[in-house]
């Protein structure tokens, strides 16, 4: 099992900047494919990003690619995802996730463990 832990949402103004952490805790952090994934009301839940489980591949979705950047700490067992120039259409409630594998995926399926989300809204 691992648990996963969201903080760092928040409110914003456009064009500012968000940090989002997830604390993982249970096994092996470092064998695990990791990645964000956002939803908002009535809509199915998207990706993000993601990473591979050593870091050296990272995956974004295009509509916020050059924006967002994902990132992990193995000695700290933690996800982060750096978030730049946001905009309105980046309020959602934001999820980080846990493949039980090396290599990373985009699909909600893929993966096998979530944290309970961190809510962030921009303003305009």
């Known amino acids: 099992q691992v648990q996963l832990v969201e903080s760092g949402g928040g409110l914003v103004q456009a064009g500012g900047s968000l940090r989002l952490s997830c604390a993982a805790s249970?096994?092996?952090?470092?064998?695990?494919?990791m990645g964000w994934f956002r939803q908002v009301p009535g809509k199915e839940r998207e990706f993000v990003a993601a990473?591979?489980?050593?870091?050296?591949?990272?995956n974004y979705a295009d509509s916020v690619k050059g924006r967002f950047t994902i990132s992990r700490d193995s000695a700290k067992n933690t996800l982060y995802l750096q978030m730049n120039s946001l905009k309105p259409e980046d309020t959602a409630v934001y999820y980080c996730a846990a493949r039980a594998a090396y290599w990373i995926r985009t699909q909600r399926a893929d993966y096998d463990y979530w944290g309970q989300g961190t809510q962030v809204t921009v303003s305009s």
């Open positions: 990473i591979s489980w050593n870091g050296g591949s990272t």
């Open positions: 249970g096994r092996t952090f470092s064998a695990y494919a």
